[in-house]
């Protein structure tokens, strides 16, 4: 167990709709990252967050926002779902916004039908 | 464009010998790089990592090596034993990216066999 927990596990949902994953890192850990692994693809960074700012981009869509809360907790959402956005959604979060290891969360599937 | 490389899909390899798996990359910025072990249904765990100020690493029965002028690194285990069968993710960051961000490759499929 990393620590870090993602919910809600699995997710279907129809093309057009919006939906919000949420994470929440290891306690004490500042950073959270978010990552897409769609099919026979690598995982790919969207987003970073530290204590509450936006730290990085990556490849993420205009259809997709993130946020930290005061709590530390992260939430991605998705919008204007198309059927290639159906995925594995990781969470990671790590102590600062300089650490190279990251702690995964188990993911959210999300299937866009 | 994929800067970071596995180019082997899958390996299969008898318990007890050595696994060998492959990384490349193309970015010269990285300094950083690490390996992650994903089991079905389950997210990606550290499993070792190197700085480009060293050539090896090890731990245990896993040894990650690094040739910085060929840009490739890899990641030996010994001896293989059934339980590491996982998917091994190569995975590089670089200061010089503003971020920690992990740029990952698509993975290897590793079968132990008994």
């Known amino acids: 167990d990393s620590g870090v927990t993602q919910t809600p596990k699995h997710l279907i949902t129809a093309t057009g709709q919006r939906v919000t994953l949420r994470c929440s890192p290891r306690?004490?850990?500042?950073?959270v990252y978010w990552y897409q692994q769609s099919l026979d693809q690598g995982l790919q960074f969207l987003i970073q967050?530290?204590?509450?700012?936006?730290?990085a981009k990556g490849n993420i869509l205009e259809r997709f926002s993130a946020q930290q809360f005061p709590d530390l907790h992260s939430e991605l959402n998705l919008s204007s779902l198309e059927l290639g956005d159906s995925a594995l959604y990781f969470c990671?979060?790590?102590?600062?916004?300089?650490?190279?290891?990251?702690?995964f969360g188990q993911g959210t599937r999300l299937t866009v039908v | 464009d994929q800067q970071v490389k596995q180019n082997s899909p899958s390996l299969s390899v008898q318990e007890g010998r050595i696994s060998i798996l492959n990384c490349d990359y193309t970015?010269?910025?990285?300094?950083?790089f690490l390996w992650y072990k994903k089991y079905p249904a389950e997210g990606p765990t550290f499993l070792i990592s190197?700085?480009?100020?060293?050539d090896k690493n090890e731990d245990g029965r896993f040894t990650v090596f690094l040739n910085k002028s060929a840009k490739h690194l890899s990641l030996h285990i010994v001896p293989s034993q059934p339980g590491d069968s996982a998917v091994y993710f190569c995975?590089?960051?670089?200061?010089?990216?503003?971020?920690?961000?992990?740029?990952f490759g698509k993975g290897t499929k590793l079968s132990v066999i008994p």
């Open positions: 990671a979060s790590s102590p600062s916004g300089g650490d190279t290891e990251a702690f």
């Open positions: 306690s004490g850990d500042l950073s």
């Open positions: 967050y530290y204590n509450g700012e936006e730290r």
């Open positions: 970015n010269s910025m990285f300094d950083y």
């Open positions: 190197i700085s480009s100020i060293k």
């Open positions: 995975a590089a960051s670089g200061s010089g990216a503003g971020s920690y961000q992990l740029t």
